[in-house]
C-alpha cells in the first residue's frame, strides 16, 4: 500500500491530529478532490492531516488489505493518538469500524458512503458521523429524458466491484419509477472485458448510458478509469450520462453529479464543527450534488441549449480573444498613451515578482514538510542522475545520511540487486530519461543498505519536467515491502498448496456465492430453493467436481449459476431434501447421501459434505464436496447379491445331500431287487421305473449341487469356439426356423479348464431361455472376444481377479426381462414359467456352473429390446482335478476281500452292505467315526478297503481317514458324498485316497471302482 502524508508545518500551534483513511489509490483523482475539499475547510498551519491509501478499490482480496493492517499497524504504534478519523468510502469506514480498538474514543467522520442504510445504522454510534454519498440517478435521468425527448431506454454502465454491484441495485429499484422508459444494467461483472466491448454497440440512438463504474470483469481483469471512459466513448451510439463529477471532460455529457470536492468540504466542516465545539454532530448530512454539463458534447450532439437548466453548470465554454486578454490590450493601450503608465507596469510586475518569490518559497518549505513526513522513500535526482534532495525514509532505507547524499550519484545510494539472479539491476534513473515516462521497479527487486542490509522494495519513479517542459531530473518513490514478501511467499505457497490438493482430489469440491444473501431461517423453504439455483454461482471448482456434473474442465462452469449448470426445477425435491438436512446440521459439516443426474443424462450416487458460511444472519456462500459412489454402490450390491446366493448355495448343497442319500437308498434297493428278482415276476416290470426316476431325480440333485459348487466336475483343456460350435449344431436342429443364430467368434486366446459337458449345458441353458422369450421370431447371437483385467476398479466392475479372460455372449431380440425380475434369475426354483414348464433350475445351473469355473456372468435387459448374457472364463487355468470316474460301463464285476462301510445314513450304509455282499464281498458296517476307529483297530490286518463318508457327524470323513492312516498308514480309501468341497476331496486324493464317487452311486459304478483299487490302480 502507498502511503500519502499531505504536508503541515511543524509550529507548536499545530495540535489537531487528523488520520484520514482512503479506500482509493494514490493516484487517483477522485481521492485527491476529496482531499482538496477536506483541505479548503482545514488549513495547513491548523490541522495536520495524514492519509492512508488503502487501495482497496483496486484490490478487496483478503491478503492484500491483511498486509495494509500490518503495515498501518506497525506505524500507529510509533505515533503520538490522533484526534479524529476521516473515512473516505465504504471499504475504509468498514476498516475502521471493524478496528475500532486501535481508535479508542476517536471520534469517526465518514463521506463516500454507498451503503445509505449502514451509514444511517452505524451513525446511531455518537461517535460516528459523515456525509451519505447520496448519488442523484433519478435527477440524472429525468435529465437525459429532457435532454433527448426520443429516447425509449436507459441502461446503467456497471461492473464487478463491490461499489458497481451495490449502484447497479439502486439503478434497478430507481429505473422502476420511470414507468415509459425501459431501464436495464451493462455490467462487466458477469462477462470479459472483450465480450463487454462487444455489446455496447447494440444500443442505439435511442438509448442513453447512465455510467455509474468501470473497472473490473468477471474474470477480475483491471481497467484504467480513463482509458476505459475513452473506449466507452469511442463505441458507443448512445449518449452518455454520469452521476460523479469524475466523468467530467471525458467526453460523457454530465448529469446531476457528486463532487468528490464538495463532499471532502462538507464532513470537514463536520470536523471542524467536533474540534470547536468538542461535540460531534449526529445528523448525517447527503452529498450536496448539482447539474453539470460539457459544453462541448453538449455542441457535439447537437442539444437545443433552451432545455438545458437554468441552474446548470457548463464547463469548457470557449472564452473569446479579446475577453480572455481584455486586461493585456488595455494595459497596451495605456502604456502607448501614457509613460507613466511603464512606471506602474514595472511596479505591478515586481510586485507579481515577489509575490511568485514567496509562492516559490512556500511551495519549497511545502516540499520539504511533505517529503520528510511521507511513509514512502523519496529519492530526486539532476538530469546527471545525482541525487538532489533525500527524505528522511530514504536516509533510513539506504543508510545514506542528506549530507553524504546530495551529490552522490543515485546508483551509488541506490544500490539494487535481482533477488531471483543477484545480479545488480541497472539504474531505473537512466530507463526514466532516456524514456520520459513512468516505470515501476523490477519485481523481486532487493535494496542493499549502505551497512549490507537487504531489504525488499517496490514501487516506481517518474521523470520531472520545468515550465518550459524540460527533462531537469528524476524522483523516485519507493517503500519498503520486506514483511508484505514474506507474507506473499507465505501466502503463494498455502495458494499453491491449495491448488494442488484441489486439482489431485478425487474428492468434488466447489464453492457457490449467492449474488443476494439468504435468509438463514428461509434456507430450506421452496422460493429459497428457486433462488439458491438462480443466484448461487460457481465461486470456485476444481475438475473433479466439473466431471461429476456432467463437464469437462471447471472453467466450463466458472462464475455460472447453478441453474445454468443443470441444477433443474426438477430437482428440486432433492435439492429441498439437501438444504433441510444442511439447516438441521446449523449449516457446520452436513453429510447427506443421494442420487443425482449429471448434465450429460449419467445418474450417479453421491455423498455430499456441504458447510455454510453465514454472516449477520444471512447464508452468502457454501462449500461442497463431493465423492461419486456410483462404484462403490455397484460393488455393494455385488458383494451382497453374492452373499445371498453363497447362503442359497449352501442350503441348496444341504438339501442335495440328504437328498441324495434317500436317492441312493432308492436306487441301490431297487437294483438290489432287480439282481435278485425272477425275471417272470410280474414285480420285474416295475422295477426298472424305479431306477429310471431315481436316476432323473440325481440327475436334477446334480444341478443343485453345481450350483453350490460341491458337485463332481471334470476339468480338461477345452475349447470355448468347439463348444459353442456343439452347441449350436444341436440348437439349430431343434429351434424353430423363424429364429436366426447368428455367430461372431473374435477371441483369439479361446482355450480354458473346465467341464466341456457343463459348459455346454450353460449355453444351452440361455439359448432356450432365449428361444423362449421369442415366441414370434428373432434373433439370437453368440460372440467371444478377449479381455484383460488389470486394475482394481475392474475387479471390482467384474467381480474377478486380475488376468486374462474369454468373454462370451449370448444376446436375443425377444421380450426382455424386467427389472424386478432381473435381480432374482439365478435364483434356485425361481421362475416366471407356467407351472410344469421349468423348474426354476436352468439359470440358477448356469451360474452354478460359471462360477465352478472360477468365472463370473452379468446379464442385461430392457423390456422390449432383449436380453444380454456375458459369460466371463479364465484363459489357461493351470491347475485341474484329476478325473476320478470313467463313463458308466453297466458290467458288474464280483470280488472278494472285508470291506468297513462307514455312513452315518442307516439307508445308504445297509444298502450298501447288501450290494457288497451281493457282489461277493464280506461287510463290516459302522454308523459313525469313534464305531469305524474301533472296529479297524480290531481287525486292520483283514481289512482290504473301507468306503468313508466326508460329511458325517462328531468327526469328519478327513479326520476319520487321518486316524485310521495312523494306525495302518497303506489302508486304501474310497470317499463318498452327496456334496463336499472340491479342494477337500483334491486335498485328500493326493494324500493318499484311492478315488471318490458321487451319491447317490450305481451298483455297477461301484463294483468297478473297487475291483481298481483293489487291484492296485488309483481313481
Given at each position: 500500500m502507498?502511503?500519502l502524508?499531505i504536508?503541515t508545518y ?8 487528523i488520520?484520514?483513511l482512503s479506500a ?14 477536506v483541505r479548503?475547510?482545514?488549513p495547513?498551519d491548523?490541522?495536520n ?8 478499490k483496486r484490490?478487496e482480496d483478503?491478503k492484500?488489505?491483511?498486509a495494509?493492517?500490518i503495515?498501518l499497524?506497525s506505524r500507529?504504534?510509533?505515533l ?6 476521516i473515512?473516505?468510502?465504504?471499504n475504509?469506514?468498514n476498516f475502521a469500524v ?7 474514543d476517536?471520534?469517526i467522520?465518514?463521506l463516500?458512503?454507498?451503503d445509505i442504510?449502514r451509514g444511517?445504522?452505524?451513525?446511531e ?5 459523515g456525509?451519505l454519498?447520496s448519488?442523484s ?6 435529465l437525459a429524458?429532457?435532454l433527448?425527448p426520443?429516447i425509449?431506454s436507459v441502461?446503467a454502465i456497471s461492473d464487478g466491484?463491490s ?6 441495485e ?8 420511470f414507468?415509459?422508459l425501459?431501464t ?11 465480450e463487454?466491448w ?6 442505439g440512438?435511442d438509448?442513453?448510458f447512465l455510467?455509474?463504474?468501470?473497472y473490473?470483469d468477471?474474470?477480475?481483469?483491471t481497467?484504467?478509469?480513463k482509458?476505459?471512459?475513452a473506449r466507452?466513448?469511442g463505441?458507443s ?8 463529477d469524475?466523468?467530467?471532460?471525458t467526453?460523457?455529457i454530465?448529469g446531476k453529479v ?5 463532499h471532502?468540504?462538507?464532513a470537514?466542516l463536520?470536523a471542524?464543527h467536533?474540534f470547536?465545539?468538542?461535540?460531534l454532530?449526529?445528523i448525517?448530512k447527503a452529498s450536496p450534488?448539482?447539474?453539470v454539463?460539457?459544453y462541448?458534447?453538449?455542441k457535439k ?6 432545455v438545458i ?5 457548463i464547463?469548457?465554454i ?6 480572455k ?5 488595455v494595459?497596451t493601450?495605456?502604456v502607448?498613451?501614457?509613460q507613466?503608465?511603464?512606471?506602474l507596469?514595472?511596479l505591478i510586475n515586481r ?6 518569490l514567496?509562492?516559490s ?9 511533505t517529503?520528510?513526513s511521507?511513509g514512502?522513500g523519496?529519492?530526486a535526482t ?6 538532489t534532495?533525500i527524505?528522511?525514509?530514504?536516509e ?5 545520511k542528506r549530507?553524504?547524499?546530495v551529490?552522490s550519484?543515485?546508483e551509488e ?8 539472479s543477484g545480479n545488480?539491476i541497472s539504474s531505473?534513473v537512466?530507463k526514466?530519461i532516456?524514456?520520459k515516462s513512468?516505470?515501476?521497479l523490477e519485481?523481486d527487486?532487493i ?8 531489504r525488499h522494495v ?7 519536467f520545468?515550465d518550459?517542459?524540460d527533462?531537469v ?5 519507493f517503500?519498503?515491502?520486506?514483511e508484505?514478501?514474506k507474507?506473499e511467499?507465505?501466502a ?6 491449495m491448488r494442488m490438493?484441489?486439482?489431485s482430489?478425487s474428492?468434488g ?9 439468504i435468509?438463514?431461517?428461509d ?10 439455483k438462480?443466484?448461487g454461482?460457481?465461486?470456485?471448482a ?5 466431471n461429476?456434473?456432467?463437464f469437462?474442465h471447471e472453467?466450463?462452469?466458472m462464475h ?11 430437482a ?5 431434501l439437501?438444504l433441510?438436512?444442511?439447516s438441521?446440521?446449523?449449516?457446520g ?10 448434465i450429460?443424462g449419467?445418474q450417479?450416487n453421491?455423498?455430499y459434505?456441504i458447510t455454510?458460511i ?8 457454501i462449500?461442497?464436496?463431493m ?6 454402490k ?8 453374492a452373499?445371498k ?10 438339501v ?5 442319500n434317500?436317492?441312493?437308498g ?5 437294483e438290489?431287487?432287480?439282481m435278485?428278482i425272477d425275471?417272470?415276476s410280474p414285480i420285474?416290470?416295475h422295477i ?6 431315481a ?5 436334477l440333485t446334480?444341478k443343485l449341487?453345481?450350483?453350490s459348487?460341491?458337485?463332481k466336475?471334470?476339468?480338461v483343456?477345452v475349447?470355448?469356439h468347439?463348444?459353442?460350435g456343439s ?7 431343434s429351434?424353430?426356423k423363424?429364429i436366426?443364430i447368428?455367430?461372431?467368434l ?5 482355450m480354458?479348464?473346465?467341464d466341456?459337458?457343463?459348459l ?7 439359448a ?5 422369450s421369442m415366441p414370434?421370431g428373432?434373433?439370437i447371437s453368440?460372440e467371444t472376444?478377449n479381455?484383460?483385467?488389470s486394475s ?10 486380475k ?7 449370448v ?5 426382455g ?6 435381480s432374482?434369475i439365478?435364483?434356485?426354483?425361481f ?24 468365472g463370473?456372468?452379468?446379464?442385461y435387459s430392457?423390456?422390449g ?9 479364465p ?5 485341474a482335478?484329476?478325473?476320478l ?7 458288474l ?7 468297513l462301510?462307514?455312513d452315518d445314513?442307516?439307508l445308504i450304509r445297509?444298502?450298501?452292505?447288501d450290494i457288497?455282499s451281493?457282489l ?6 459302522a ?5 469305524a476307529?474301533e472296529l479297524?483297530?480290531k481287525?486292520a490286518?483283514?481289512?482290504d478297503l473301507?468306503?468313508?463318508?466326508m460329511v458325517m ?5 478327513k ?6 492312516r ?6 486304501k ?11 477337500n476331496i483334491d486335498e485328500m486324493?493326493?494324500?493318499?485316497v484311492k478315488?471318490f ?11 468297478q ?11
Open positions: 502507498c502511503q502524508l504536508p511543524a509550529e507548536a500551534k499545530v495540535v489537531k491530529k488520520l484520514m482509493y489509490h494514490s493516484s487517483f483523482d477522485n481521492a485527491f478532490k476529496q482531499i482538496d475539499g479548503s475547510v482545514l495547513f491548523e490541522y492531516l495524514d492519509v492512508e491509501f488503502m487501495d482497496s484490490f483478503e492484500t488489505q491483511s495494509f493492517a503495515n499497524k500507529l504504534d510509533k503520538p493518538k490522533y484526534d479524529l478519523i473515512a473516505a468510502e465504504d475504509a469506514l471493524s478496528h475500532r480498538d486501535w481508535f479508542n476517536i471520534p467522520v465518514f463516500g458512503i454507498n442504510e444511517k445504522k452505524l451513525a454510534d455518537p461517535m460516528i458521523t456525509v454519498q448519488l440517478m433519478a435527477d440524472t435521468i429525468a429524458k429532457e433527448f426520443n425509449k441502461t466491484a461499489t458497481g454491484k451495490v449502484l447497479a439502486e439503478f434497478r429499484v430507481i429505473g422502476k419509477e414507468k415509459d425501459k436495464d444494467v451493462l455490467s462487466s461483472a458477469n462477462m470479459s472485458w472483450e463487454f462487444r455489446k455496447v454497440p447494440e444500443y440512438a438509448n442513453a455510467f455509474l463504474a468501470i473490473l468477471k474474470d477480475q481483469n481497467l484504467d478509469f482509458d476505459g471512459m466507452l466513448v463505441v451510439k448512445s449518449p452518455i450520462f454520469c452521476v460523479s469524475n466523468c467530467i471532460n467526453g460523457a454530465g457528486l463532487s468528490h470536492y464538495e471532502g468540504r462538507e470537514a463536520i471542524k467536533y470547536e465545539t468538542k461535540s454532530d449526529p448525517v450534488n448539482k447539474i454539463l460539457d462541448n458534447v453538449i450532439l447537437g442539444i437545443n441549449e433552451k437548466p437554468k441552474d446548470a453548470i464547463e469548457n470557449p472564452v473569446s480573444f479579446v475577453k486578454y481584455m486586461k493585456w490590450i494595459l493601450l495605456l502607448g498613451l501614457l507613466t503608465g511603464l512606471i507596469a514595472l510586485r507579481q515578482r515577489n509575490k511568485a514567496q509562492a518559497w512556500k511551495s519549497e518549505e511545502n516540499l520539504r514538510i517529503l520528510e511521507i514512502d523519496v529519492i539532476d538530469i546527471d542522475g545525482n541525487v534532495k527524505n528522511k525514509v530514504a533510513e532505507l539506504t543508510g545514506w549530507e553524504e547524499a551529490g550519484s543515485f545510494v541506490f544500490n539494487i540487486i535481482s533477488s531471483v545488480r531505473p537512466k526514466i532516456e524514456q513512468v516505470i515501476g519485481a527487486t535494496l542493499i543498505s549502505k551497512a549490507g542490509d537487504l517496490a514501487d516506481s519513479g517518474a521523470p520531472i520545468n518550459m517542459g527533462l531530473g528524476v524522483v523516485l518513490v517503500r519498503d515491502v520486506t508484505q514478501e507474507l511467499k507465505v503463494r505457497e498455502n495458494d499453491e498448496r490438493f484441489f486439482s482430489s474428492y469440491i466447489y464453492c457457490v456465492e449467492f449474488d443476494k444473501p435468509l438463514i431461517k434456507v430450506a423453504k421452496g422460493d429459497a430453493v428457486k433462488s439458491i438462480e443466484t454461482r460457481m465461486l470456485f476444481n475438475k473433479r467436481a466439473a461429476i456434473i456432467g469437462h472453467e466450463e462452469i455460472k449459476t447453478l441453474r445454468e449448470i443443470g441444477f433443474s426445477a426438477e428440486s425435491e432433492r435439492q429441498k439437501l433441510e438436512s444442511f438441521k446440521s446449523n449449516f459439516m452436513c453429510n447427506v447421501e443421494t442420487t443425482a443426474t449429471s450429460d449419467v450417479r453421491i455423498n459434505k455454510g453465514a454472516e449477520d444472519n444471512y447464508l452468502v456462500r462449500w461442497v464436496v465423492e461419486d459412489i456410483t462404484e462403490l455397484k460393488a455393494e450390491d455385488q458383494f451382497h447379491q452373499q446366493m453363497d447362503v442359497i448355495g449352501r442350503l441348496a448343497g444341504g442335495a445331500h440328504d437328498f441324495n434317500m436317492l441312493g432308492i436306487l441301490g434297493h431297487a438290489l431287487i432287480e435278485n425275471e417272470t420285474k416290470r426298472g421305473p424305479i431306477i429310471s426316476a436316476t432323473r431325480a440325481a440327475d446334480n449341487l453345481v450350483f459348487r460341491k458337485g466336475t471334470v476339468f483343456r475349447d470355448m468347439e463348444i459353442v452347441s449350436l449344431s444341436l440348437l439349430e436342429r429351434f424353430d423363424n436366426t447368428e455367430t461372431t473374435n477371441a483369439p486366446r479361446h480354458v479348464l473346465g466341456s459337458t457343463l455346454q449345458n450353460a449355453l444351452m441353458n440361455l432356450i431361455n432365449a428361444r423362449d414370434t428373432g434373433k453368440f472376444a479381455i484383460t483385467l482394481d476398479i475392474e475387479e471390482i466392475t467384474y467381480n474377478l481377479p488376468g486374462e479372460y474369454i468373454e462370451v455372449s444376446s436375443d431380440t425377444g421380450s426381462i424386467s427389472k424386478d425380475v432381473l432374482r439365478f435364483e434356485p426354483f421362475t416366471t414359467k407356467p407351472v410344469g414348464k421349468g423348474t426354476g433350475l436352468g439359470l440358477a445351473a448356469v451360474y452354478g456352473t460359471i462360477k465352478e469355473h472360477k463370473s456372468i452379468n446379464v430392457e423390456v429390446y432383449g436380453t444380454m448374457f456375458k459369460i466371463y472364463l484363459v489357461d487355468i493351470e491347475y482335478t484329476e478325473d470316474i470313467d463313463n458308466v460301463d453297466p458290467t464285476i464280483y470280488g472278494e476281500g472285508l470291506i462301510i462307514v445314513e442307516d445297509n444298502m450298501a452292505g457288497l451281493a461277493g464281498y464280506k461287510v463290516l458296517l454308523e459313525d467315526s469313534d464305531k476307529l479297524f483297530k481287525q490286518d483283514k481289512i473301507v468306503i468313508l463318508d457327524p462328531k468327526r469328519s470323513g479326520e476319520l481317514y487321518e486316524m485310521l495312523e494306525v495302518n498308514p497303506d489302508v480309501v474310497i470317499i463318498s458324498s452327496g456334496f463336499s468341497r472340491k479342494d486324493i493326493k494324500d493318499g478315488a464317487i458321487q451319491k447317490p452311486y450305481r451298483k455297477a459304478l461301484l463294483s471302482m473297487i475291483a481298481k483299487v483293489l487291484a492296485g490302480e488309483k481313481r
